[in-house]
Structures are given as structure tokens and as C-alpha cells.
């Protein structure tokens, strides 16, 4: 979970946990990349990135983009509060419209994530 706000990472966290998933957080796109770094170096295994889109440093249609040349095919959700993403930020994820509930969150994840 990559949220530059501290208290939605919080809440996004808090119902990924009570839908089951084991959750690995993360404030920036920098800190998502070493940690998507170090599990394939042998640490806890990602099956789903979900990234804000509007963070500072690096957004999430570029985090996106760099994770998946670390790990291609890693389905990513993109969160976002924007209809819209910006001209040249089209990446291949699955998209989140913000605020979300849990059981949106729920429904995306299935759509991205093979049963």
C-alpha cells in the first residue's frame, strides 16, 4: 500500500487486514521500489501493488510503471480522486476512484488479482 498521507495509508491498510491480506506500506514511490526490491531479493512476496496516484517525487502512473520492469505482470491498482489521468500517465492498471470502501477496494482487487 503506497500512500503519501499517513492517515489514509492507515485506513487503506486497516481494511486491507480485514479483507485477509498481509499488507507491506509504504509513503513514497522511492520506498515502494526498495521494498519491491528486497522481496525479490528474497523478502515477503508482493502479489498487488495499490499506489495513490498524486505523491510527491514520483507519482503513482510512474511508480507503476518502474515496478513493473522490477516485476512484470505485478497487477497494481491506481487510486486516484481524478476522473482523469493526466495526458501521458495511460499505464495498463486497474483503477480505484477515491474515497473508496472496503468493499470497492474488494471489488477491484478481484478484478486485478487471478482467482
Request: charged fraction near 25%.
Amino acid at each position: 500500500m503506497v500512500d503519501d498521507d499517513v492517515l489514509i495509508a492507515m485506513t487503506s491498510v486497516d481494511m486491507l487486514e480485514e479483507l485477509g491480506h498481509k499488507v507491506i506500506e509504504a509513503h513514497s514511490g522511492r520506498e515502494a521500489l526498495e521494498l519491491l526490491g528486497k522481496s525479490i531479493d528474497g523478502g515477503d512476496r508482493i502479489d498487488l501493488m495499490i499506489t495513490d496516484f498524486s505523491m510527491p517525487g514520483m507519482n503513482g502512473a510512474e511508480l507503476a510503471q518502474q515496478a513493473r520492469q522490477l516485476v512484470p505482470g505485478l497487477p497494481i491498482l491506481l487510486a486516484s480522486g481524478y476522473t482523469d489521468l493526466p495526458d501521458g500517465m495511460d499505464v495498463d492498471v486497474g483503477r480505484l476512484g477515491k474515497p473508496y470502501s472496503q468493499e470497492e477496494l474488494a471489488s477491484e482487487i478481484a478484478k486485478v488479482i487471478p482467482a
